[in-house]
């Protein structure tokens, strides 16, 4: 696009044409353009707010029109949000769910929350667990189960459970 009067007088400017523009975009930069300015015997790059504003909104230009062009054909649409999916958008988090967890041995005097057993089974699965729940959710108890559980199953023989030094009494 630098070649064509268009990449100077319709999608650029004269001190930044099109595809550098393009460039910038493509390489989350923002552009920006400088002045040589001579002092004594040394030169200064000074930042001319003036063209680098008019990249600017060139390059918002650029994008709107990319915008609009990559939407106006579905086929296209689906073919490009089918390539993105495929590369890129096919990882879920993990979802750990406890509702299967019998705990033989464990005490019949309480009974454990939906999360606390999301919060058993994801140490279980995964092994090293941070649990981030907040004051009075049952952390202890559910790192107490979990532990139990682990032993029982033969994943672990010891356990080590570590906790700041301002959280004990």
Known sequence: LGWMAAGTSEWGTDRRHAGELIADALNSRVPQIFDTVKEGHAEKRVLNVVDTEAAKEKLQKIKTAFQ??????????????????????????????????????????????????????????????????????????????????????????????VVPGHCLA
């Open 68 to 161: 609009n062009w990559i939407w106006s054909d579905p086929d296209r649409t689906d073919r490009l949000a089918r390539v993105y999916n495929d590369r890129f958008n096919n990882i879920a988090p993990r979802r750990f769910n406890g509702d299967h967890l019998q705990l033989p041995g464990a005490s019949g005097a309480f009974s454990l929350y939906g999360h606390q057993k999301r919060g058993i089974w994801r140490i279980v699965s995964a092994g090293s667990t941070y649990l981030a729940h907040a004051v009075g959710a049952g952390k202890t108890m559910t790192i107490a189960a979990g532990v139990m559980e682990q032993r029982r199953l033969g994943l672990i023989a010891k356990a080590m459970l």
